[in-house]
């Protein structure tokens, strides 16, 4: 990651970065550009370095910020009507953790409005377009933030993800995605979508890029009650407490145990050489031949460097995207009643009563699917039919959750694809919303199950279109994860 320093200045890489974005403006990436703001801050990094100051580790580097966290450059509007005129007081705590070692937000990055969509068409603002195909979607929802860094105006981009909005626009353009462990980073100060699957995460070329920016953001935090405490800069990267993480810590013997860190293309020993899991539920005719192909050959390139494949049978996971639809949307239905008109951003001037302020700031702000979600939600909630639905979705998550715990009995990692397709042409499925849920169909299980999972580019299909993979760790095993996807290179 190219820093500022005596050669290189921050305001020389700021530059840079805001001539790229406006370069690049027609693809509707950025929602915001923090230019003056940006400006101040590389100088005022320029001016220390100059005096001989101690300065971060991401002094002076560009980076695209989600228009879902929270500071207080600009509005915060998650791409939504609603959130239009909001500027907030706080500054999210992975932000803050950011911008403490000197990192520089040059824009507010475009999504599909309340992180609702897989495709970045659900913006009120309008959608983005892919990195290697302006025809195509850039994936959601954090799909400004991908193409940012996949069209190299940024060093790195942050993202949510609550059902693979990390993930698949990762995949889609070319670029790596992780999605960490439930609670491993702060969501303090970010807009909500459904707070028992909702991750932080990050957009980078590399996967030590990747590294660094977990170690600088990971840890607990006061202000956010589901962090947990810093795993991912201990001496293993992995938990003792979780179901199958404590194997890949070095002090175990076994083939997991010297996992992290191997050496990308280094002869193996037996010892040294990883169990890949292959899930035989996801090899069917739904997933596109390319992409199945490409997984393919990555598995063909492990064995070679001496790494063993597994094949796994996990028929719980058909169960997934079911439950998903359900449960996510009872969570986004509660976390989106807060926005009324009363307290902060837009509000309806055609209303004559209390009631009617409600129901048409409702109406007004919200985008389509924001609204068909919130119906869903209500409904899997409601009296009479919470038993029905709300429950057994909560017990289908729990037989997800056991079902990758045995399977991480039998291998170290899962390589799977991120989504049975590549970037579909715009529009294509907007008017479809079944169609558009089933392009999260391999991405949703893991924040059902809590585990963190990376996307790694795996080359490109005849058309030119990325194609991702997805490697896939135990609870608490982000760093070993990390590590491991140096192998698949």
Same mark, same amino acid.
């Given at each position: 990651?190219?820093?500022?320093?005596?050669?290189?200045?921050?305001?020389?890489?700021?530059?840079?970065?805001?001539?790229?974005?406006?370069?690049?403006?027609?693809?509707?990436?950025?929602?915001?550009?923090?230019?003056?703001?940006?400006?101040?801050?590389?100088?005022?990094?320029?001016?220390?370095?100059?005096?001989?100051?101690?300065?971060?580790?991401?002094?002076?580097?560009?980076?695209?910020?989600?228009?879902?966290?929270?500071?207080?450059?600009?509005?915060?509007?998650?791409?939504?009507?609603?959130?239009?005129?909001?500027?907030?007081?706080?500054?999210?705590?992975?932000?803050?953790?950011?911008?403490?070692?000197?990192?520089?937000?040059?824009?507010?990055?475009?999504?599909?409005?309340?992180?609702?969509?897989?495709?970045?068409?659900?913006?009120?603002?309008?959608?983005?377009?892919?990195?290697?195909?302006?025809?195509?979607?850039?994936?959601?929802?954090?799909?400004?933030?991908?193409?940012?860094?996949?069209?190299?105006?940024?060093?790195?981009?942050?993202?949510?993800?609550?059902?693979?909005?990390?993930?698949?626009?990762?995949?889609?353009?070319?670029?790596?995605?992780?999605?960490?462990?439930?609670?491993?980073?702060?969501?303090?100060?970010?807009?909500?979508?459904?707070?028992?699957?909702?991750?932080?995460?990050?957009?980078?070329?590399?996967?030590?890029?990747?590294?660094?920016?977990?170690?600088?953001?990971?840890?607990?935090?006061?202000?956010?009650?589901?962090?947990?405490?810093?795993?991912?800069?201990?001496?293993?990267?992995?938990?003792?407490?979780?179901?199958?993480?404590?194997?890949?810590?070095?002090?175990?013997?076994?083939?997991?145990?010297?996992?992290?860190?191997?050496?990308?293309?280094?002869?193996?020993?037996?010892?040294?050489?990883?169990?890949?899991?292959?899930?035989?539920?996801?090899?069917?005719?739904?997933?596109?031949?390319?992409?199945?192909?490409?997984?393919?050959?990555?598995?063909?390139?492990?064995?070679?460097?001496?790494?063993?494949?597994?094949?796994?049978?996990?028929?719980?996971?058909?169960?997934?995207?079911?439950?998903?639809?359900?449960?996510?949307?009872?969570?986004?239905?509660?976390? !989106?009643?807060?926005?009324?008109?009363?307290?902060?951003?837009? /509000? =309806? %001037? &055609? @209303?004559?009563?209390?009631? +009617?302020?409600?129901?048409?700031?409702?109406?007004?702000?919200?985008?389509?699917?924001?609204?068909?979600?919130?119906?869903?939600?209500?409904?899997?909630?409601?009296?009479?039919?919470?038993?029905?639905?709300?429950?057994?979705?909560?017990?289908?998550?729990?037989?997800?959750?056991?079902?990758?715990?045995?399977?991480?009995?039998?291998?170290?990692?899962?390589?799977?694809?991120?989504?049975?397709?590549?970037?579909?042409?715009?529009?294509?499925?907007?008017?479809?919303?079944?169609?558009?849920?089933?392009?999260?169909?391999?991405?949703?299980?893991?924040?059902?199950?809590?585990?963190?999972?990376?996307?790694?580019?795996?080359?490109?299909?005849?058309?030119? !279109?990325?194609?991702?993979?997805?490697?896939?760790?135990?609870? /608490? =095993? %982000? &760093? @070993?994860?990390?590590?491991? +996807?140096?192998?698949?290179?």
């Amino acid at each position: 990651m190219k820093t500022a320093n005596k050669t290189v200045s921050a305001e020389r890489l700021v530059k840079d970065a805001l001539e790229k974005a406006k370069f690049f403006a027609d693809y509707h990436i950025f929602n915001f550009l923090n230019e003056e703001g940006a400006l101040k801050k590389a100088r005022e990094i320029d001016a220390k370095i100059k005096k001989g100051e101690k300065v971060g580790r991401l002094a002076g580097v560009p980076y695209a910020l989600k228009d879902n966290f929270l500071s207080p450059e600009g509005e915060t509007t998650a791409s939504a009507h609603i959130l239009q005129g909001f500027k907030s007081p706080i500054t999210a705590t992975a932000v803050a953790k950011l911008e403490a070692e000197g990192a520089i937000m040059i824009g507010r990055a475009n999504l599909d409005a309340f992180a609702h969509g897989s495709s970045t068409e659900n913006s009120y603002f309008g959608p983005t377009s892919n990195a290697f195909d302006k025809t195509r979607v850039a994936g959601g929802s954090s799909g400004g933030s991908a193409v940012a860094v996949a069209l190299d105006i940024v060093e790195f981009a942050t993202g949510t993800d609550t059902g693979g909005s990390i993930r698949q626009p990762a995949s889609f353009n070319g670029v790596y995605g992780f999605k960490p462990t439930f609670g491993t980073i702060s969501r303090y100060g970010v807009v909500a979508m459904a707070s028992s699957t909702d991750c932080i995460g990050f957009f980078t070329k590399t996967p030590e890029d990747m590294d660094l920016l977990m170690s600088i953001t990971s840890g607990q935090d006061s202000k956010d009650l589901t962090t947990l405490p810093d795993y991912y800069n201990d001496n293993t990267g992995a938990g003792s407490g979780d179901s199958g993480a404590s194997s890949l810590a070095p002090v175990v013997t076994g083939l997991a145990s010297s996992i992290a860190p191997v050496v990308a293309n280094a002869p193996k020993s037996p010892d040294s050489c990883a169990r890949i899991g292959i899930i035989k539920d996801f090899d069917n005719d739904s997933v596109n031949p390319e992409i199945r192909q490409a997984l393919k050959k990555k598995c063909d390139d492990l064995k070679k460097k001496g790494h063993k494949i597994v094949e796994l049978s996990m028929p719980n996971l058909k169960y997934a995207l079911a439950a998903y639809y359900i449960i996510v949307p009872a969570e986004v239905a509660s976390n !989106l009643s807060r926005y009324d008109g009363i307290r902060y951003g837009f /509000r =309806s %001037d &055609k @209303s004559k009563d209390l009631d +009617a302020l409600y129901n048409n700031t409702r109406n007004e702000g919200f985008m389509p699917e924001n609204k068909r979600r919130i119906m869903i939600g209500n409904f899997v909630l409601s009296s009479g039919f919470y038993d029905a639905y709300f429950l057994k979705a909560a017990k289908a998550r729990t037989l997800i959750i056991k079902e990758y715990e045995a399977a991480f009995k039998k291998c170290d990692f899962i390589l799977t694809p991120v989504s049975p397709n590549l970037a579909f042409k715009i529009g294509e499925k907007v008017d479809d919303p079944v169609s558009m849920y089933l392009e999260d169909v391999m991405s949703v299980p893991l924040n059902l199950a809590g585990i963190p999972g990376l996307t790694v580019p795996a080359g490109k299909s005849k058309e030119g !279109l990325p194609v991702g993979l997805q490697l896939i760790g135990p609870r /608490r =095993s %982000d &760093k @070993s994860l990390i590590e491991f +996807a140096k192998e698949l290179r």
